[in-house]
Nanobody, 125 residues
Framework: QVQLVESGGGLVQAGGSLRLSCAAS????????MGWFRQAPGKERVFVSA????????HAADSVRGRFTISRDNARNTVYLQMNNLKPEDTAVYYC??????????????????WGQGTQVTVSS
């Protein structure tokens, strides 16, 4: 069973950048496809971006495509989310998640078995 810990959140002005990290332990990291999701106050948790086990395939939600980039370092057991040109509507708690099936990149919350505790990202206007 893998444990996930996110870091890198914070307060940033609109147009700024942040890099989120998610460190995995307790499992074979390269076996999992990984995803980032976010949840704004009063809203459902939604898909942001995902990356396959080998990092050959990535996918991003329309709302972040061209601004956010997901990557992973299997040697460091870490997945990253580089967020550029941040907007106030990006404000949310960001969660990383592991998909044990590892079948490419998937976008559904229910398809990920393991979750981190989340990191807050706040973008001021």
């Amino acid at each position: 069973q893998v444990q996930l810990v996110e870091s890198g959140g914070g307060l940033v002005q609109a147009g700024g950048s942040l890099r989120l990290s998610c460190a995995a332990s307790g499992g074979t990291f390269s076996r999992y496809a990984m995803g980032w999701f976010r949840q704004a106050p009063g809203k459902e948790r939604v898909f942001v971006s995902a990356i396959s086990k080998s990092a050959r395939t990535t996918h991003a939600a329309d709302s972040v495509r061209g601004r956010f980039t997901i990557s992973r370092d299997n040697a460091r057991n870490t997945v990253y989310l580089q967020m550029n040109n941040l907007k106030p509507e990006d404000t949310a708690v960001y969660y990383c998640a592991a998909d044990e099936a590892g079948l490419g990149v998937r976008t559904g919350v229910v398809e990920y078995e393991y979750w981190g505790q989340g990191t807050q990202v706040t973008v001021s206007s």
